[in-house]
């Protein structure tokens, strides 16, 4: 199992910064080998890769979100992928975007870019054209505001194992106020 973890801080509010990601959409603007991505329904998505010079195309599933704070997915044709993105209120005008990716790497090719770290590489090269995309944009494309509750628990689940289908942070530490996560911004 590899997985990257990978933060950037953008010079937007929260709201806006958040708005963007659930542009589905527009990834291909900012992540470099995603071809395409139609949004099939509220909560489902249909991915058109090509990295290396290899093509997949792979269907996933939103599997928790909530607006200004994260998104998460899985992968649901089989393959071992999944990730989380969290939104961090650092003032009223910047916001850290972190990202996680927890997957299994397919074949020689991918197996040698987890192990010399090629893949945390491009995710901080896709935040920072996220970074550019989204600050010289002057705001965002469209906005998806709806609740997606993780499965099963009937409130969101926040340390969940993305891969489990609980879909939080694997690593817990993300959202403790201490480290500046989102409940810190988010006070009950």
């Known amino acids: 199992m590899a997985t990257v973890q990978e933060s950037i801080d953008v ?4 709201s806006t910064a958040y ?3 659930t542009q589905f959409e527009t990834f291909p603007e900012f992540m470099s080998g995603v071809e395409s991505i139609t949004q099939t329904s509220d909560t489902h998505n249909h ?6 010079g290899v093509e997949r195309e ?3 599933e939103i599997t928790e979100q909530h ?3 994260r998104v998460a997915w899985k992968s649901t044709d089989g393959k071992s992928h999944a990730g989380v993105v ?7 005008s910047k916001t850290r975007v972190t990202v996680q990716l927890d997957w299994d790497p397919e074949g020689f090719t991918e197996k040698v870019g987890a192990a010399v770290g ?19 944009s002057g705001g965002e494309t469209g906005a998806w505001r709806g609740d997606v509750d993780a499965p099963g628990s009937g409130t969101a689940s926040r340390t969940a194992d993305p891969l489990a289908g609980g879909a939080g942070l694997a690593d817990p530490s993300l959202d403790d106020p201490e480290s500046g996560g989102p409940r810190a911004t988010n006070p009950a």
């Open 118 to 136: 090629a893949d945390d590489r491009q995710v901080k090269s896709d935040l920072e054209r996220f970074k550019e995309f989204i600050e010289k």
């Open 58 to 60: 792979f269907d996933t």
């Open 47 to 52: 991915w058109i890769t090509k990295i290396g």
């Open 19 to 21: 708005n963007q990601w």
């Open 11 to 14: 010079s937007v509010p929260v």
């Open 67 to 69: 607006p200004d704070e």
């Open 86 to 92: 969290t939104f961090h209120r650092l003032d009223d």
